[in-house]
């Protein structure tokens, strides 16, 4: 996982709620992103950051904001949690290469 | 939109059998990458491979890309249970700013 952290594990949460995820890392990676899989799509890219306070947009970015104010950590909020963001999220930095280091994930569901 | 499509969807096989997955991609690319997705867990990357090489070997696997056709291949051979996870292709375009991009991956079981 190349020190790569993802907290909680686990949440369960209501709609209309705001939830924060945290990812943390210890390699100084550059960039990181952050992603959700969900049966039948794949892996989505939802935010990436290509630095400290340095944030873009993905492929399903509404509902989603990010935050990076240290190098270690990148930070995603769900401002007001919907059914449709039930999902596993996965946090990865980009190594060597292009290469991408996956946290363990975070299994959300809004109720 | 998703760039890679791995095929088949899912794939059993006996233990100690080759397991062959496919993927197909739509537009030009720098390199492509398979990764390996336990039950649970997150994506762990086994090999890559740039557009202008044919085949990698790593251990048991091995990768081949042809350009022409925009496919790649990843051959696992002599499989084992713990070979059982899902196993996603993804793609890396040229450009200073493309985002890796990965398929809907293949399901690939092992039988004991």
């Known amino acids: 996982d190349a020190g790569i952290t993802q907290s909680p594990r686990h949440k369960v949460t209501e709609t209309g709620t705001p939830v924060t995820l945290r990812c943390h890392q210890t390699?100084?990676?550059?960039?990181m992103y952050w992603y959700r899989q969900d049966p039948g799509h794949g892996l989505r890219l939802i935010h990436y950051?290509?630095?400290?306070?340095?944030?873009d947009k993905g492929e399903v970015s509404d509902g989603y904001s990010v935050s990076r104010s240290k190098t270690e950590d990148f930070l995603l909020t769900l401002e007001s949690a919907t059914s449709s963001q039930t999902s596993v999220y996965f946090c990865?930095?980009?190594?060597?290469?292009?290469?991408?280091?996956f946290g363990p994930g975070t299994r959300l569901l809004v109720l | 939109s998703q760039q890679g499509e791995e095929d088949p969807q899912a794939l059993s096989i006996q233990e100690g059998e080759n397991a062959t997955m496919n993927c197909s991609y739509k537009?030009?690319?720098?390199?492509l990458q398979w990764y390996r997705q336990n039950s649970g867990r997150g994506l762990v990357h086994l090999i890559l491979?740039?557009?202008?090489?044919r085949e990698k070997h790593s251990g048991r696997l091995r990768v081949t890309l042809d350009t022409s056709k925009k496919s790649s291949s990843l051959l696992i051979t002599a499989s084992r249970a713990a070979d059982t996870a899902s196993y996603f292709c993804?793609?890396?375009?040229?450009?200073?700013?493309?985002?890796?991009?990965f398929g809907k991956g293949t399901r690939l079981h092992i039988l004991p």
């Open positions: 491979i740039r557009s202008n090489e």
């Open positions: 993804a793609t890396v375009g040229f450009n200073r700013d493309d985002k890796i991009i």
């Open positions: 390699e100084n990676h550059r960039y």
């Open positions: 950051s290509y630095g400290v306070k340095d944030t």
């Open positions: 990865a930095a980009r190594g060597l290469a292009e290469t991408q280091y």
């Open positions: 537009t030009s690319i720098n390199n």
